[in-house]
């Protein structure tokens, strides 16, 4: 689920146009059109991009393209063009598109990039729409404001809630939820058994370490460290809370052999697909996948969630969600502006939150969408306790603060596969790793 922002200085960027090409490249990507044609003669066309089809046949999907015909349905001035872009590419052909005047109205995208297609002038503020908006107005939201804020403007709104986290594991291989680390190593080593992996976590730089990005920091986290620092960016992930956590991965790899050495190559689609096949008893991963994953054949009636253990070992609590990597809605470069808005404002009002909670498992980003009734049924229960964990453990999603997240990723992600691969010495991988990363800052 995923260029580069340049060299900073306090917290803002300057990207060349020589820079900014090289960042976007030559790369192209064919899109599926999915036009409404019930619209008038007369009516403004508007490109949405995303990297679900509403065609497809899962929740998620569905629930889409339920949201996009009652836009539709309620904007008859407005012809709501659907886009198809593949997750890992919408970044890139965002610049892209941005560079060549040909950027959608609105788009998904990743947290963690929005900051680089701030910088380079990809996407668009929003704080014109929400200048009026009153203190209550902003306190709606389940998420941190500042999540989506760069240079102090408001630049995105969450899709959804989504812990990118969440525990998923085979009830009959992993009997009882682990509540701390210690628990779920114990676990993972016991279900470690012929073809079956205890738990696997991918380290593929094909998707810049998606995976490693959202699971690791919250591990950091409980020991008082993080990938970087978020007030001045520089790294952290080489002391001693990073080196803890890194050496603990490795030796599940080359001293436990809860997962095999070919985890170096695989991405995080791979990962879902070990598991999903019911070759691994356990993986973090969004809670939005439930409503697809619990009907597979393989695993079904046969898997659970759980909060993510605590790494400190605190069994008193769980260790804290990380929203972070998660999707959100920004307004492209040379939008229609007014039409582009009203269709990232109708994407978090409470009807169409109501449709991606029932239908596609999404958590709603807004506490008056939660006002519904069926927030109360049974079906909302599993919801209603993701939420629970959150309002208990919340902390910012720092990867947001990462000032060049493409070279952050790059190098992070070649010591890694160094660490995981060859064995390398942890604390040295590191440290010479964080030299690397502080010399671009």
Do not use: C
């Not at 959100?328 to 409470?350: D, H, N, P």
Request: charged share 25%.
């Amino acid at each position: 689920m995923t260029t580069q922002p340049e060299k900073s200085s306090q917290n803002t960027f300057s990207t060349t146009r020589r820079s900014f090409l090289k960042a976007v490249g030559a790369a192209g990507a064919t899109t599926l059109l999915t036009p409404f044609y019930g619209a008038s003669a007369t009516s403004k066309k508007l490109r949405y991009w995303t990297w679900m089809k509403s065609t497809d046949n899962n929740p998620r999907a569905k629930s889409q393209g339920m949201i996009l015909d009652a836009f539709r349905k309620a904007n008859p001035d407005i012809e709501l063009i659907e886009e198809y872009i593949p997750w890992d590419q919408l970044r890139q052909q965002m610049l892209q598109a941005a560079f060549a005047g040909t950027a959608p109205d609105v788009s998904r995208q990743v947290d963690q990039y929005v900051g680089v297609l701030a910088q380079a002038g990809a996407i668009l503020p929003l704080d014109e729409f929400i200048k009026s908006w009153s203190d209550d107005r902003r306190k709606d939201y389940l998420y941190a404001w500042e999540d989506t804020v760069w240079d102090s403007k408001k630049y995105a709104f969450r899709q959804a809630v989504r812990p990118g986290n969440m525990m998923y594991y085979r009830t009959d291989l992993i009997p009882q939820a682990p509540k701390t680390w210690d628990e779920f190593h114990k676990a993972i080593v016991a279900a470690t058994k012929g073809q079956i992996m205890g738990w696997v976590e991918p380290y593929s730089k094909a998707d810049n370490v998606a995976q490693v990005m959202q699971q690791v920091p919250p591990m950091l986290w409980a020991l008082g460290g993080d990938l970087v620092d978020a007030a001045t960016g520089k790294p952290k992930f080489h002391e001693d809370a990073g080196v803890k956590v890194i050496q603990w991965l490795q030796d599940l790899i080359h001293k436990y052999k809860v997962m095999p050495p070919g985890v170096v190559t695989m991405n995080a689609d791979a990962a879902d697909t070990q598991f999903l096949g019911g070759v691994a008893a356990s993986i973090f991963q969004n809670n939005a996948k439930w409503g697809q994953w619990s009907t597979r054949d393989a695993i079904k009636g046969k898997i659970a969630t759980a909060p993510f253990p605590n790494f400190a070992n605190d069994a008193s609590k769980p260790g804290s969600p990380n929203l972070g990597g998660g999707w959100t809605l920004v307004m492209g470069k040379g939008a229609k502006k007014e039409e582009a808005w009203r269709l990232i404002e109708f994407m978090q009002s409470a009807e169409a939150e109501l449709l991606d909670a029932k239908v596609g498992g999404e958590t709603p980003t807004r506490k008056s969408s939660l006002k519904d009734p069926w927030f109360k049924n049974d079906e909302a229960a599993r919801m209603r306790d993701h939420l629970a964990w959150l309002a208990a453990n919340p902390h910012p999603a720092t990867t947001m603060r990462i000032k060049d997240m493409g070279q952050f990723t790059d190098i992070f992600g070649d010591a890694l596969q160094e660490i995981m691969s060859k064995q390398a010495d942890v604390k040295k991988t590191l440290a010479d790793a964080a030299a690397k990363y502080t010399a671009i800052l």
